[in-house]
């Protein structure tokens, strides 16, 4: 139970990364509201008594004013809502970075602008960012509007620890490799040979595997938690030897 007597809004929680993060909070005894754009991928998730589901466009700052309205003060935010573009900066037009940037920046952007002042007015607080290897850690080939908004999403992880370190808040991100999630499985599927395209993905990491969500959420679970109390502003890498 180490986030016993916490709440916790975790975005983007539909499946995958997000969807484990809040069920793994639950279990660990947080309040969670479980959110996401579609609120037909909550389904099922409000069986646990501690996950409460709610719609929420982290692009639009209406749709995030609301929901901020109704759940309240959080002691944990997790910015997990995210978007993966494909191509090179040639196949990338403008509002496909457009797109990018406003879901994995100004979603992160809108939802903790939101969450701040009640941190604030609380002194305490623990926002997490899912950022990714690919950013300004590291870069991939046909992934120049992910990189990029990815990168940027850690620049902001750090000013805002900075900028709130002294009012009790902390703020880091989390910057897997390649997990097996099952968006990535339905990219992978898609592709001209599927199997060909897995084994790319595994050799990106000295590894030789992909990640999976388990050992995201435990990252999670230690920044969320008061163990982490003495760290901010870090990037927790994730990445089976990726950036070795």
Not at 21 to 26: K, R
Request: charged fraction near 15%; glycine fraction near 10%; aromatic fraction near 4%.
């Amino acid at each position: 139970m180490r986030l016993k007597n916490k709440t916790a809004l975790v975005t983007g929680a539909g499946q995958g990364i997000g969807r484990a993060i809040a069920e793994s909070f639950a279990h660990e005894g947080c309040s969670v509201w479980a959110t996401n754009r579609s609120l037909g991928s909550l389904e099922n998730m409000d069986v646990n008594e501690r996950i409460q589901t709610l719609q929420l466009d982290v692009t639009d700052i209406n749709s995030v004013a609301q929901a901020i309205q109704t759940i309240g003060p959080v002691d944990i935010l997790v910015n997990c809502a995210g978007y993966v573009s494909n191509g090179s900066i040639l196949d990338c037009s403008q509002s496909e970075l457009e797109r990018s940037l406003d879901i994995n920046l100004w979603g992160a952007f809108n939802v903790t602008r939101a969450c701040l002042p009640a941190m604030i007015q609380n002194q305490h607080g623990s926002i997490i960012n899912i950022a990714s290897v690919i950013s300004s850690i590291a870069a991939a080939s046909e992934r120049f509007a992910y990189g990029t908004t990815k990168g940027a999403l850690i620049g902001f992880t750090k000013s805002v620890a900075l900028d709130y370190i002294t009012q009790g808040i902390r703020c880091n991100a989390i910057c897997p490799g390649t997990i097996l999630t099952p968006g990535m499985e339905a990219r992978v599927k898609a592709s001209a040979d599927p199997d060909a395209a897995f084994s790319e993905l595994a050799g990106r990491h000295k590894m030789g595997r992909l990640g999976t969500v388990s050992e995201v959420v435990e990252a999670a679970l230690y920044l969320a938690g008061d163990n982490s109390a003495f760290m901010s502003g870090q990037t927790m890498i994730i990445d089976g030897g990726m950036t070795l």
